[in-house]
């Protein structure tokens, strides 16, 4: 039987109320598919800052590297809005993280269920043409990290900067990423840059040909951002996986997040290039529904999902909490953000939504 340590950072908000749905369904595919996981909690946040003066505590992030992946809810709040940026819970824990552990490698899979295309800002039609993208987002260099930036001069004069930098290592370890992960799924990379303007997406172009030659069956396509994100309104089923820098994907994400209609239904995973990875829902701390008990616990639980796909190689089981999920979904046992105004009494609760989840794991 497999061992695997995790360690466990609910966070803020919604986030421990989503993480105790998200370790049931763990529990119930662990005993299902024969491994063992042991978790360890661990203060993280806003929480942190209260009861430990800060947003990432030493023993949380001594935690983390004494895992094998870590599930992270999610952090922040308006309590703690004013504190100065450095101490944020986003940046002091979230940010940090990221670079303590090199995690360069974001995916951040976007879907419109068929049952929930209505949810979907596209026209019907649109939506409904098999919206299944994978953005996989370089997350720890460019614009974001780029030296210098800065700001300098005075009056009108007054000068900002940021530096758009990439390292043809670093956009060789994110192209061979997306030639992967589009090897498990339908085939194709589209590569996303800005080539016509920035020298860093000449190089990032070529780069990204160069990896593709070592992927002879997967079809490569080049997009300038423009342009992307106008076929991602008009055309999102053409995609498969998308390949961005860290800005880029910044966007692009979002936007594919909007156009599958609810944040709670969207996980995401950050990986380094030993396979160790954060694994958390795409979306904040929710605090304007945080402790009522109607937070839909999708996200988390497909976080989960991802935890045991692309850091512990559990596909099976993984495969399993994707289907239940899905068999979910299609059988309507939703939370009141997923339903019309007009349909709000059926919603379901977060308990009630995990309950089902949890029936459907055992079932199928
Ligand atoms: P948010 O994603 O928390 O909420 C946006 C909207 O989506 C809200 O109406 C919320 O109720 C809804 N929503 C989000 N997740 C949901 C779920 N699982 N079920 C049902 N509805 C859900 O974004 P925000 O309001 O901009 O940010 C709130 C806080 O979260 C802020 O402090 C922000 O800094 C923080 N934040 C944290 C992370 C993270 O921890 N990774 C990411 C983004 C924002």
């Not at 979230?94 to 800002?121: C, G, Q, T, V």
């Not at 529904?289 to 850091?311: D, F, K, W």
């Not at 979904?329 to 709000?344: I, Y």
């Amino acid at each position: 039987m497999s061992k695997h340590s995790i360690a466990v950072l609910a966070g803020d908000g919604i986030g421990p109320e989503v993480m105790e749905q998200a370790l049931r369904a763990l529990s119930v595919v662990s005993s299902k598919y024969d491994f063992e996981l042991a978790y360890k909690e661990y203060p993280v946040g806003g929480f942190a800052i209260d009861t430990c003066g800060e947003a990432l505590p030493k023993e949380t992030l001594a935690g983390c590297e004494a895992a094998d992946a870590i599930l992270f809810g999610s952090i922040g709040g308006p309590k703690w809005d004013t504190l100065p940026l450095d101490l944020r819970p986003e940046r002091a824990a979230l940010l940090k993280l990221r670079s303590h552990f090199d995690l360069f490698s974001n995916l951040r899979p976007a879907k419109i269920y068929e049952s929930l295309a209505h949810l979907s800002p596209l026209r019907p039609d649109i939506a409904k043409n098999n919206v299944d993208v994978l953005v996989v987002r370089e997350l720890t260099s460019g614009i974001y990290f780029g030296q210098p930036k800065g700001i300098e001069g005075e009056g009108e004069q007054t000068n900002a900067f940021d530096t758009m930098r990439y390292s043809k290592a670093e956009i060789r370890r994110i192209a061979k990423t997306a030639f992967i992960a589009a090897s498990k799924r339908k085939n194709k990379v589209t590569s996303v840059d800005k080539a016509n303007v920035l020298v860093t997406s000449r190089l990032w172009r070529e780069i990204v040909e160069e990896v593709a030659t070592d992927y002879p069956d997967i079809e490569l396509e080049h997009l300038y951002i423009d342009n992307a994100t106008m076929q991602l309104v008009a055309n999102p089923g053409q995609f498969d996986v998308m390949l961005c820098s860290n800005l880029f994907g910044d966007i692009v994400s979002d936007e594919c997040a909007m156009i599958t209609g609810s944040m709670g239904l969207l996980p995401s995973a950050s990986i380094n290039e030993a396979g160790f990875g954060m694994f958390e829902p795409a979306g904040g701390s929710a605090p304007d529904i945080a402790g009522l008990g109607i937070a839909n616990p999708v996200a988390q639980i497909l976080s989960a999902s991802m935890m045991l796909r692309h850091s512990l190689n559990l596909t099976e089981a993984a495969d399993c909490i994707d289907n239940a999920v899905l068999k979910t979904l299609s059988d309507g046992v939703l939370t009141g953000e997923l339903l019309p105004a007009d349909q709000k009494q059926n919603a379901k609760s977060t308990q009630d939504v995990g309950d089902y989840i949890i029936s459907q794991l055992s079932e199928h």
